[in-house]
């Protein structure tokens, strides 16, 4: 039995992406910060992200648990979140939720190896923007912002740096 388990973890990390998303292989890995800043409540977020090749190479799952701390670093809760990527009409799209909010992001613009922008679809309500930017080889940048309907600026709303642990 347990050589089933292994041959099966084998064979899901051994996946390579398809190449629509090859430019993405980046973000695969086991991650970790302790360093997020929460622009609204001015409290901090320490969690851990999982991204792994799924569907053959053909999508990539992130899957996170976030613990937030008020301003004076008292713990304020804490979430799971998950996010599919994949390739679409010769776009990457991605789709977010965290049990209460679900969010489409319709685009992405992909500097290969290196970085990535999630936007959501302008609409009556607001866009978001999801950006990873690896800084080296085991070092990234994350950051989440909106904008809200009838601005023009992106407002922060989280950002941090992303260890990797795997």
């Given at each position: 039995?347990?050589?089933?388990?292994?041959?099966?973890?084998?064979?899901?990390?051994?996946?390579?992406?398809?190449?629509?998303?090859?430019?993405?292989?980046?973000?695969?890995?086991?991650?970790?910060?302790?360093?997020?800043?929460?622009?609204?409540?001015?409290?901090?977020?320490?969690?851990?992200?999982?991204?792994?090749?799924?569907?053959?190479?053909?999508?990539?799952?992130?899957?996170?648990?976030?613990?937030?701390?008020?301003?004076?670093?008292?713990?304020?809760?804490?979430f799971d979140q998950i996010?599919?990527?994949?390739?679409?009409?010769?776009?990457?799209?991605?789709?977010?939720?965290?049990?209460?909010?679900?969010?489409?992001?319709?685009?992405?613009?992909?500097?290969?190896?290196?970085?990535?922008?999630?936007?959501?679809?302008?609409?009556?309500?607001?866009?978001?923007?999801?950006?990873?930017?690896?800084?080296?080889?085991?070092?990234?940048?994350?950051?989440?912002?909106?904008?809200?309907?009838?601005?023009?600026?992106?407002?922060?709303?989280?950002?941090?740096t992303l260890r990797k642990?795997?």
């Amino acid at each position: 039995m347990a050589a089933g388990i292994v041959a099966v973890v084998l064979s899901a990390s051994a996946q390579t992406l398809r190449p629509e998303l090859s430019g993405l292989s980046f973000l695969v890995g086991h991650w970790a910060s302790n360093d997020g800043k929460v622009a609204e409540t001015g409290g901090t977020s320490k969690g851990e992200s999982t991204i792994t090749i799924e569907a053959g190479g053909a999508a990539l799952l992130r899957r996170d648990h976030t613990d937030l701390f008020d301003a004076r670093g008292n713990s304020s809760g804490g979430f799971d979140q998950i996010m599919l990527i994949y390739p679409e009409d010769g776009t990457i799209h991605a789709d977010y939720s965290d049990g209460r909010h679900v969010i489409h992001y319709t685009s992405a613009i992909v500097e290969s190896g290196h970085s990535v922008i999630f936007a959501s679809e302008p609409g009556a309500g607001p866009t978001f923007r999801l950006t990873y930017d690896l800084l080296s080889p085991t070092t990234m940048a994350v950051s989440f912002a909106m904008l809200a309907p009838g601005q023009t600026v992106f407002r922060p709303i989280a950002t941090g740096t992303l260890r990797k642990l795997q």
